[in-house]
């Protein structure tokens, strides 16, 4: 589905929500991350019963600090620059593959839009408490390409 050698996508995809449920799908670093390629026909036969359509492909550059992508064809998205909704789930899905214990907050980095060549930094914040994710705070910077005015009639 991705156009990765079978060795390039690692154990561990897995369906996770914040609200808006993602496809968390690891795969083997940043290059693979950067060759990755939606093949439309593959997803829609793959994903067609599955709780999502939303692939957020990921790779690990340490545990803090990861590089992301997010494909959504099916909402008209061939791929997303930035995707809040996806790094709260993400939020989850780290939460459950970092070392125990480990509780308390955690800061991620989340770099995403790097291979569409509109970068971003996506900070992710998230509190665990006994091992499970309670908070959930997602933040960055953004800078606007477009303004206007939409008028309804009377």
């Not at 993602?22 to 994903?47: I, K, M, S």
């Not at 996506?122 to 499970?132: I, V």
């Amino acid at each position: 589905m991705l156009s990765l050698a079978e060795g390039e996508v690692l154990a561990g995809a897995a369906c996770w929500s914040c609200g808006v449920p993602f496809l968390v799908v690891p795969v083997a670093g940043p290059g693979a991350l950067a060759r990755c390629a939606l093949d439309l026909p593959v997803w829609r036969e793959l994903l067609a019963a599955y709780p999502t359509q939303k692939v957020y492909p990921v790779a690990r550059i340490d545990d803090l600090h990861w590089r992301v992508r997010m494909f959504a064809p099916g909402l008209g998205v061939a791929e997303d620059p930035a995707t809040g909704s996806a790094a709260a789930s993400f939020a989850g899905w780290l939460s459950q593959r970092l070392p125990q214990p480990h509780d308390g907050t955690l800061a991620v980095r989340l770099e995403q839009g790097v291979e569409m060549g509109r970068p971003a930094e996506l900070h992710l914040e998230f509190d665990r408490s006994a091992g499970r994710v309670t908070a959930v705070r997602v933040g960055g910077a953004a800078v606007m390409v477009a303004e206007g005015t939409l008028g309804v009639p009377a």
